[in-house]
Each structure stands twice: as C-alpha cells, then as structure tokens.
C-alpha cells in the first residue's frame, strides 16, 4: 500500500476531487432511505394516505438519485484518467529506465522478466488502483456516512452494528494478512513463465534444429504449473474474505432487525415507527455492504500492491549516468580525415566473480591509425575486454585511457560517441532501411546517408530493393541476407564517423565471397582509426599491425603474424589447430 500510495502522490488534486464527487454519490444513497421511511410513515392506513407528502418525497427522491448517478459517473471518468495516465506514465519510466541501466544488470535478468513488469504488472496494478478507486473510497465514505445517519436515528440500535462489526474486520484482515505474499509469489512465477516464453519463440529455429521441443515443452509446462498453482492459491485465499465477511453482516442483520421489531412492538418502543425501522434496516443493509465490496477490494489492491513492489523495486534500481551527451552535429563529416587517438590500457584487472579473478593486470597501448588483432579461445576474455573499453562493465583495478583521458571522467555518451562497433550479430529495427543507416544520427540528411551507404558498398542492393531506402525493414527480417545487414551495419559507421574501430568476429557468419566485400568496405572504414579485430579467420588477422594473442584473461603473447609464427608459441598452435593441413 506504501509503493501505491507513493505512486499516487502526482495525482492527490484529482484525487481529492474524486472524493468530493464520491461524498456526493454517498449523501444522495444514504438521504434517501430516511426518505422512503417518511413515505412509509405517511401510509398509516385505509383512507389515511397523505398524498402530497409522497408526491413531495418522491421528487426528492429522483433528484438524490440523479445528482448521486452524475457523480458516480464524472468520478468514474476521472479516476480511469488517473488511473491509466499513471499505468502510462510508469511504463514510459520502465523504458527510459532499460536505456539507463548497466549492461551487467541486463546481461544478468532475462528480458522476459523485464517485459513481465512492464507490461503484466502494470496491468494489474492498472485494475487494482481502478477498483480502489470506484470501490474503495466510496465504500469507506458509505460507511462513516451510513454510522452518521444511524446515530441519528437511533443509538441503541447503532452501537449494537458497532458492537459485531470488529469480527467482520477480524475475519477480513486474518485472511487479506495471507494473501500478499500469495499474490507476490504469483507475480514471481508468472515473471518467470513469461521469460521462458520469451526465450523459446525467439529461439523457435535453434529448438527445432535440436529436437528440443519436448523438453522445452516439459520446461514450460513446470512453470505453467507454478504460475497455476501460485494463481489459485492467491484466488482461493482473496475469495475467502467476501464470504467471510458476508457471514459475519448477515448475522449484524438479523441482530439488529429482531432488535428493532421488539422495540416498535414494545411499550417502550414509542416513537420507533415501521418507517424508522424500515429506513435503519436499509442503514443495516448499505453499512455491510461496504465491507463486502472492500474485502474484494483489498484482496485485489494485496495483488496489486506485490506488483507496484516489483515496479518501485525495477525503478529504484541504480542507473548509469547519462546526463552529459554528444551532439550530431559534433561529429566530424565522413569525409574528413579523423586522426584516431591513442588507446591506453594500464594494468586493468576485472572479474564477474570478486572469487574469481578474470582479467589480470592487463596492459597494452595502441597508436592511432593502428590494426590491432585480439585472439585466443573461446572464454579467453576478447569480447569481456570490448565491454571494458565502452564501460559496459567497470575495471576492478588499473585505468583505461582514450586520447590521455581516463574513460571512468566521461559520460557514457562522450565515451561511445568515439567508437564504433560491428558485431557478429546485427540487429536491424522495424523501421525503413533510411532510418537503419541513420539510427546513431537521426539528424543527417539524405545525401549524407546515400554516402555512407555508397561508402559502405550498401548502396548497390538497397537501389534493388522494393522500395529502395524506403523499403520497411525488421529484427527478424528476411528481406536482407546476413551479408546485407552487416553492410548496413558498417554504413551506419561510416555515418558516425566514430574515432576507433571494434569488430568483434564480424565477418564469421558469412561466406566467403561476402565476407571479401564487408572485408573491402571495412578496410575503407578502418583507414585512419585505430581498430581492434576480434576474429579467428586468419584473412582478418593476418595483416594487422599487431595481433595480441589472449588466454586465460592475460596476454601471453604479441605481435606481427610472421613474428609470432616463427616463435612457434600458443599462437602458431591456434594457428596449425584451425588450418591443418593447409598452407599459411
């Protein structure tokens, strides 16, 4: 209830003005039994009907009913406003907290588990404020009104409603007590199953290839399970409380009508008329009620308040600083000559594990305009050390330099605006192929983006293209072969115009002959800058200026091709493993 309270803390104007409208529904119900109780008291019998006091009540009747229907309906238009304008505004700061997050903290939890918050949480939480508000505050309001009223009729029978009404409390607080930690255990599992779900369609390819389709079945149907079990734990625990409740006002009920009778049947019951018994009856009635439609209510706000746990939770989680960014306008044209700078890295030390050390003592300079290749095995460190170098993760120890500044005195923005990386993957958003090549500079124009594509060797397919630069594209797309989006890829560099160069394994998912013209158009790229070569394809390597040759987070060995061929170390044995047999 803190996390929502908080939540609603924007929108306290509103809400206060919601509780007006909802006082209003409340005095115009609550008016009108002592209304119908007078109307029965004007009905004393044969021939001693008062017809002018009837006809009086009754359009006083009408107009309570129709002020009270007209704010019940501006109130419920004013608290779905709220309602969903916070439901948005919550999930505009769920995205704007993805782009600030540390890459460690995504690569460590499942994009399924971000979109559960995002998108299932906010949903319930949604229904949960909604009911609260059309519920809750008007519920409350119907009972401390319908207590006013009932005073005013009569207190014996007032202080009897007081008297059971605790064990209708004590019933609903022992249950709703359960059910929070039921509906977060909810929230958790079905996190879980929607993450799993995430994992599996989008390696539906890679499941089938493997015959993984049972297992991945008999996976899903185990959180299925949990999500299903947790689900109707939670249902069976929140579905007590209106039952409950209910139990313990119908007995409140029939106290107060059996106690009521005997007074209008008795001597002392002088001036408790049927009329007034009927309209207390009514106060029985509506004052119960309440509690029955709150402890549906509370069941509801206990799911949707372990869900705002997990939103405040998401949203409170610590952010990288990127207050400070670089301009498009303050990157140089591509066809300027850009002096690349030089590249320190002085005795840096890193590790996932603070038990196990990764990166040891690192150390190397690069000049600008400068090839350095970075080989070694798989799990050696190559593609640890390039998220080191953008500060995708932070150095345990030592320093990283660019152009003498140490990168932990630049904004994340200043420091990524220098480099420029093409990965193994590439990803191409659902947007033209325009918008693809100009997705770091959306403010370049249209001959600008011709020449990097040009530049890129781009420009020949995209002119064949249904819609040529206009054609709509997508993560996923068919359109474009592999080569293609790495074509892309290479044109948004050429684009950015950035001062240092990582590629990491960019040419191994393609042929040969493909991987010849990506190797034309990066070498275009790469005249001038200093780049880093993350590759095993000995054409990649072999014409570096220096090959660094990793293992075990450490360089053991470094520089040319041929230097390193001769010394007959780790390299040369990486080196005769991969082309066995063949002349190098």
Known sequence: MKSILKLLKPYTIPILLGLLLAAGNVFATLAMPVLFGSMIDGIIGPGQVNFSLLIRLSVIVAACAASGALCQYVQTLLYNRITFRLIGSLRDRGMEKIQKLPVSWLDTHPPGEVISILVADAEQLSDGILMGFTQFFTGALTIVGTLIFMFSQDVRLSLLVLFITPLSLFAAAMIAKRTHEMFRLQAEARAKETALVEEFIGNEKLVKILSYEKRALERFRMRNEELRSSSLKALFASSLTNPGTRFVNNIMYAAVACAGAFRVLSENGAGFTVGALTCFLSYAIQYTRPFNEISGVFAELQGAGACAERIMKFLSLEEVDITQTISAGSRVNITQTIPSPALALRSISFSYDPARPFIRDLSFEAASGKHIAIVGPTGCGKTTLMNLLLRFYPVSAGAIEVEGQEISTLSPHALRSRFGMVLQETWIRRATVRENIALGNETAGEQEIIAAARASGAHEFIRFLPKGYDTMLGDGNTVLSEGQRQLLSIARLFLL???????????????????????????????????????????????????????????????????LLSEGGFYAELVRSQYAGIAI
């Open 497 to 563: 115009s950035p001062k240092i160069i990582l590629l990491d394994e960019a040419t191994s998912s393609i042929d040969t002959m493909t991987e010849k013209r990506i190797g034309e158009a990066l070498e275009k790229l790469m005249e001038g800058r200093l780049s880093l070569i993350v590759a095993h394809r000995l054409s990649t390597i072999r014409g570096a200026d220096e090959i660094l040759v990793m293992k075990d987070g450490a360089i053991i060995e470094r520089g040319r091709h041929e230097e």
